[in-house]
């Protein structure tokens, strides 16, 4: 058999591995009429992408369970990171991927924050080391290929920030026209700074981002020609859920709780997605032993107190969120009131057993300002808030029984946060709260510096 038919073969198998279905009604849609809707047909609930029973690795033998993708890699021109694991994504074609490459970022044990605030096992997995800078750019290398593969010569996305940045990089890569929609003056500088240097078309819409997504939604609605490019495209979870391998083979197990920041609801499905799927196929080498691979985190979701409709969902016990007018935290890529995931994210919450809670600004900023002075990692605003909520429940800081008992069980566990953008990208909101002893003027010669040393010392 030669072996373009054996390829055409090998990618007509992959394709019967995946379904495009509706997470609420279960409907089931072609994968490759993607970008002609959004939406569910039926009811008009959110896409998601599911893997069928054929694609159960581990019918497929050792060779292949041990390392995912092995064979597919050995073809492809990236075969780290996120594309370690073309197997379980649903590009079909090696030609249409998109790759800078990305993911593999590190997970990195953060013993000096566990010890000052009474944690046995914490670790912190910095998205932000990803080729924008943050871990949308797991998403956007699914999501772009996959548009060339529809044959989409236009993209187009809502944004606080870190996805316009990404969208437009990855566009530029590909050679695609890429248009953003970002809420004028209410994102940072550095963001935007990135999405004119790749060359994007950038609109400042003078209204929030939750205004700006209804606006691309509705352009792409309008035929196909424009692919929208926000999460509610099934084709970036896709990506994004890789974070979960990583961290499952970084640490060698499941990690007992994974605590994320929430704003539209994207990333916290993707994870648990990710997780469920090592549960589902059993593809990590490093998580072989049974006992292991039943066990699943915790999804713990945080979000800015100002923005935070899922949070409050949750405290209340309901199915479904109500939607905040007005949303308002400092911490931007967090600022969204009406987040279109809603309905995964709140599943991811009480599937795993997981929670939702939120931070003040004040609380995201110290948290900041403490992951960066005693760990050294630099991340933006939004990525502090599962620190922030760490040291609330701290036993140092917690009055409330409510909080103590949540301390107690994560005390001894293994957490890890995820750090999803870097710090560069927002210098601004560090400045802006600078203590000016911090900073002080000599003049050119040793004899006032060593002063001025002896006087701070
Ligand atoms: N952290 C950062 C740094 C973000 O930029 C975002 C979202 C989130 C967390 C929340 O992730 O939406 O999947 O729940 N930023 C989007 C943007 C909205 O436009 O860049 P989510």
Redesign the pocket.
């Known amino acids: 058999m030669d072996t373009r038919k054996s390829e055409n073969q090998e990618i007509e198998q992959k394709r019967r591995s995946f379904t495009l279905s509706c997470f609420i009604c279960n409907s089931s849609f072609e994968i490759d009429d993607y970008g002609s809707f959004y939406y569910c047909k039926k009811c008009g609930g959110v896409l998601e992408i599911r893997i069928t029973k054929s694609n159960d690795l581990s019918s497929l033998g050792d060779e292949r369970r041990l390392s995912t993708g092995a064979k597919t890699l050995s073809r492809l021109h990236s075969s780290r990171g996120v594309w370690k694991y073309s197997d379980l994504i649903p590009v079909w074609h090696e030609t249409n991927v998109v790759s800078m490459p990305e993911g593999e970022t590190p997970l990195v044990e953060c013993r000096n924050l566990a010890r000052a605030l009474g944690f046995k096992s914490l670790y912190v997995k910095f998205e932000g080391l990803n080729p924008t800078g ?3 750019d797991r998403g956007m290398t699914v999501g772009v290929s996959k548009a060339n593969e529809l044959g989409f010569k236009k993209l187009i ?10 969208l437009a990089a990855y566009s530029a890569k590909a050679n695609l026209k890429c248009i953003v929609l970002i809420p004028k003056g209410k994102i940072a500088l550095g ?1 935007v700074a990135q999405a004119v240097a790749y060359g994007a078309e950038i609109f400042q819409v003078e209204g929030n ?1 939750d205004e700006c997504l209804r606006m691309a939604t509705e352009i792409a609605e309008q035929g196909r020609e424009i692919l929208l490019l ?2 509610v495209n099934p084709f970036r979870i896709e990506g ?1 859920k890789t974070a979960a391998f990583e961290i499952t083979e970084q640490l060698g197990f499941v990690p007992d709780n994974v605590i ?11 994870l648990w997605k990710g997780f469920k799927e090592i549960n589902q196929l059993a593809f990590i080498e490093t998580v072989k032993d049974i006992e292991q691979r039943e066990r699943s985190p915790r999804m713990i979701g945080i979000q800015a107190e100002g923005a935070s409709p899922i949070a409050r969902a949750f405290r209340s016990g309901a199915k479904s969120i109500e939607i905040e007018k007005e949303p308002h935290t400092d911490a931007s ?2 600022n ?1 009131g009406s ?1 279109v ?1 809603w309905a995964k ?1 709140l599943g991811a919450i009480y599937e795993s057993h997981g929670y939702s809670d939120s931070v003040s600004d004040y609380e995201i900023f110290e948290a900041q300002r403490l992951l960066a002075s005693s760990e050294g990692l630099f991340v ?1 605003p ?2 502090a808030t599962p620190i922030a909520y760490l040291r609330n429940i701290s036993s140092r800081n917690s009055q409330e029984s409510q909080s103590r008992d949540q301390y107690e069980r994560l005390k001894d566990s293994t957490i890890v946060c995820v750090a ?2 870097n710090g560069l990208k927002d210098p601004n909101t560090v400045m802006r709260d600078l203590d000016q002893n911090q900073i002080k003027v000599v003049s050119a010669d040793a004899k006032s510096l060593e002063k001025s040393l002896f006087v701070s010392a």
């Open positions: 943050s871990f949308k996305c809502a944004s606080t920030g870190n996805t316009s940045a990404s963001k981002f926000n999460s994004q994320l920041p929430v704003g539209n609801g994207g990333n916290i499905s993707s890529a967090i969204i987040p995931n994210a933006e939004a990525s999803t953008g």
